[in-house]
């Protein structure tokens, strides 16, 4: 039986899957896959920062306040790290003044080839249990930016997801850059075909998102847009549009009053 081939995607990043399971000791896959660097001073400061990461109350905002901001590539000043947040490759995120990243939080910003991997504005604010994840990708949140609870932000092979400033983002969001497989072969399983390349995600500025709402690959959404809770925007909406529905249609326009 011929061996399955894998089709090779536009980003060099080493499957998940693989990454964990193969190549070197489980000691130095821990280093490439979670913490990003081998260096083993970067390694003992990255576990005494996770250590400091399940303290609670007032101790643990004061001890990690002191202590997580080196250990990411660049922190501004007041930010707020609440509890049981996890960062990979923290080297590759950059957080803006008074950023507040709440309780559970996920920020995975592995892509071996870009040290701007996750960037967040000031004043911005990532509500409890977001999770925002690349791999071979980019994710930028813009100023003043609130992203509602439970929302997943997915960047992958080298289709970056862009939100704007003053962008309010409902709970239960999922947008996503480079979310699609290829599918076009049968002979061997779709998970093994690659990521289509597609254009990712932009949210222009003053976008707003209602609870439950999908934004796809391949779509922006013009500055002041809105989609409607449970809204799956397949297409690109224009400024000041309302979208809602699946796929999403554009109901009215803002500046008809």
């Known amino acids: ?15 998940s899957h693989a990454a964990v399971t193969q190549g070197g000791s489980a000691f130095q896959r821990y280093q490439d896959v979670i913490i990003g660097r081998r260096s083993l001073r970067t390694v003992v400061y990255y576990e005494w920062c996770m250590l400091l990461a399940i303290v609670p109350g007032a101790l643990g ?18 930010v707020l790290f609440a509890s049981n947040v996890i960062v990979r490759h923290p080297h590759r995120i950059h957080l803006g003044d008074n950023v507040v990243i709440s ?33 071979g990708g980019t994710v930028r949140v813009g100023a003043r930016t609130g992203v509602g609870a ?13 939100i704007g400033e003053d962008v309010m983002i ?3 969001c999922y947008m996503v850059g480079g979310g699609n ?24 500025d003053g976008v707003w998102l209602g609870a439950k709402v999908m934004v796809l ?10 989609a409607a809770g449970g809204a799956v925007v397949t297409k690109s909406v224009c400024s000041y549009a309302i979208c809602g529905g699946l796929p999403a249609k554009v109901i009215r326009m803002r500046t008809e009053g």
């Open 170 to 172: 409902g709970p239960m």
């Open 181 to 204: 497989y290829n599918i076009d072969r049968i002979d061997i399983p779709m998970r093994l075909q690659g990521i289509k390349k597609d254009s990712g995600v932009r949210l222009d």
């Open 1 to 15: 039986m011929e061996k399955e081939q894998i089709v090779e995607g536009p980003s060099h990043n080493k499957k």
């Open 103 to 135: 309780e559970n939080c996920v920020l995975d910003a592995r892509n071996d080839e870009m040290e701007r991997t996750i960037v967040i504005g000031e004043d911005a604010i990532l509500s409890n249990n977001v999770i925002i994840s690349c791999k």
């Open 217 to 226: 690959g391949g779509v922006s959404m013009g500055h002041g847009s809105v």
């Open 61 to 78: 905002l004061v001890l990690r306040k002191k202590f997580w901001p080196k250990i990411f590539g660049s922190c501004g000043k007041g």
């Open 150 to 162: 439970q929302t997943i932000i997915q960047s992958t092979n080298d289709c970056p997801v862009d």
